[in-house]
């Protein structure tokens, strides 16, 4: 099993101590936080992207540029490049440029987008989000595999002999497709033979089950060899303590105020409480056991070979603490059984 650790870059007010950091502030601590998770033995770390507040995640090559500054082993992923509302000749570029100077440590994950801020923003209409998400798609395989490409499509102007330089170091970098809602997400990562990664946050292990099951029945469809299907799972927060009761009382502040946010509403979330999610989804909220417990039953649910984590919710020196404590009591256990 991997572990990786991923940002949004959320600046909000501190639901504990009601601070909210400026903008810089915010961003060096995810930076120092890829580092910290470096030195702990993570996987990879991952930004996503976002346009508008409270996110400051509008341009993940940049930070991700500043993070392969500070690191040398670590893996780094978006979470998710919003591939839907981009051009895919300057994301080729972006991330074929930082593929290179990380040396090689670039993993792209890609989706059509959660917050329906982007689509006005960036002039697509939202009943097109999967065709242009497809389409572009598409090209970039193109972009990164071929010199000289010829295109024409609804989603830019058409290309004649086009070769985006530098060219990944990589051939080519690694795409995953996010899903957390559809099954055009699963079909079009089980199409182009890709890997999955279950966003697995704001529903019941039951509703993001069905989706990589349809990746599975999909990848066979295809014609390509089950066993070389992959998934990874994100789950929708961390908060490991010795006793459950105080883990639970730990998490609680997050929780209240991410699910009263935008994006908790945005996302229509059954539950009805903390520990109703705690029960049926996915956040690994309890004792060491527990969480190792919820891990391993994620894992036969879906098969996965990959946990994403997430602390950007927590006050800054929890977040520290968080990371230390899954990485010396939880990933160790985990990696014995599911090496």
Do not use: C
Request: charged content about 25%; glycine content about 8%; proline content about 7%.
């Amino acid at each position: 099993m991997r572990f990786t650790v991923s940002s949004l870059v959320a600046n909000p007010p501190d639901p504990v101590t009601g601070v909210r950091r400026t903008p810089q502030q915010k961003l060096h601590s995810v930076i120092d936080q890829a580092v910290l998770a470096e030195q702990l033995g993570y996987d990879g770390f991952g930004v996503g992207e976002r346009h508008g507040e409270p996110f400051l995640s509008p341009a993940p090559p940049l930070l991700l540029s500043a993070i392969a500054a500070r690191t040398s082993t670590i893996r780094l992923f978006t979470t998710v490049t919003v591939l839907s509302i981009l051009d895919p000749v300057r994301v080729a570029e972006d991330y074929a440029m930082l593929d290179q100077l990380s040396g090689g440590r670039l993993e792209l994950i890609i989706g059509k987008g959660n917050d329906p801020r982007h689509f006005g923003m960036f002039g697509l209409p939202e009943e097109r989000q999967w065709e242009a998400l497809a389409e572009n798609y598409a090209l970039l395989r193109r972009l990164w595999r071929e010199e000289k490409v010829a295109w024409e499509g609804s989603t830019r102007p058409p290309l004649k002999d086009a070769t985006v330089w530098p060219r990944p170091l990589q051939d080519p970098i690694p795409v995953w497709h996010g899903s957390a809602t559809s099954t055009q997400s699963t079909d079009l990562a089980a199409r182009h033979g890709d890997p999955l990664f279950s966003a697995n946050s704001f529903h019941p292990l039951e509703k993001y089950r069905a989706l990589v099951e349809h990746y599975r029945e999909r990848w066979e469809h295809y014609g390509h060899d089950p066993e070389r299907a992959r998934v990874g799972a994100g789950f929708g927060g961390l908060y490991v303590a010795k006793r459950s009761q105080d883990a639970v009382e730990g998490f609680r502040p997050y929780w209240n105020a991410l699910f009263d946010s935008a994006a908790g509403r945005h996302n229509n979330s059954p539950f009805r409480s903390l520990e109703d999610a705690l029960e049926r989804g996915s956040a690994l909220v309890g004792s060491p056991q527990q969480v190792i417990e919820k891990i391993h039953r994620y894992h036969e649910a879906f098969g996965n070979e990959v946990v994403g984590i997430g602390v950007d919710a927590l006050t800054e020196g929890v977040q520290r603490e968080q990371l230390e404590l899954f990485a010396s009591e939880v990933a160790p256990e985990i990696r014995r059984a599911l090496p």
